[in-house]
């Protein structure tokens, strides 16, 4: 009933995550990779860079992705302990022109205005905090089907 139900609020600030607060131009320049990502979508993958997060998944779809089209990098922010693995990988598979690894953020909402969708190749999820913080800066998010996110992410 309508007594019985309440917003329980999963914890984006909306100020923080408010897509009008950042210049993607200036935040580019800031990083200095304004060269690397120019004519080029940007996808964000944020994320722990561990196993549950599927790394090495996302190479695989880089690789397929740039069979087709070459117009696009993926930062990836974030640190774990596959880092170093995925990072001689890619190298490997000759995809580091669409690469770029970024480090650990404590600024999100900066990867979240510079990208043009986010990705999410996780195996495990409740409901992941970066699709509810993508979605809030009007960023598209591609997800696997876990947890909750069909549930939050819709056609």
Avoid: W
């Avoid at 200095?32 to 996302?58: D, H």
């Avoid at 000759?94 to 190749?121: H, R, V």
């Amino acid at each position: 009933s309508k007594e019985e139900t309440q917003t329980v609020y999963i914890g984006v600030d909306e100020e923080k995550y408010n897509p009008e607060k950042y210049s993607k131009a200036e935040i580019l320049k800031k990083m200095n990779i304004e060269k690397k990502v120019e004519n080029k979508y940007i996808i964000g993958y944020i994320c722990r860079i561990t196993a549950q997060k599927r790394p090495f998944l996302l190479l695989e779809i880089i690789k397929a992705l740039r069979e087709k089209r070459n117009d696009f990098v993926v930062v990836v922010a974030g640190d774990g302990e596959l880092l170093d693995n995925i990072k001689h990988k890619a190298s490997n598979m000759k995809i580091t022109e669409n690469i770029m690894f970024l480090g650990n953020s404590s600024n999100t909402q900066e990867i979240y205005a510079i990208s043009d969708l986010t990705i999410n190749c996780s195996i495990k999820e409740g409901l992941a905090l970066t699709s509810y913080e993508s979605l809030s800066m009007g960023v598209p998010v591609i997800s696997t089907d876990v947890g909750g996110q069909k549930e939050l992410i819709n056609f």
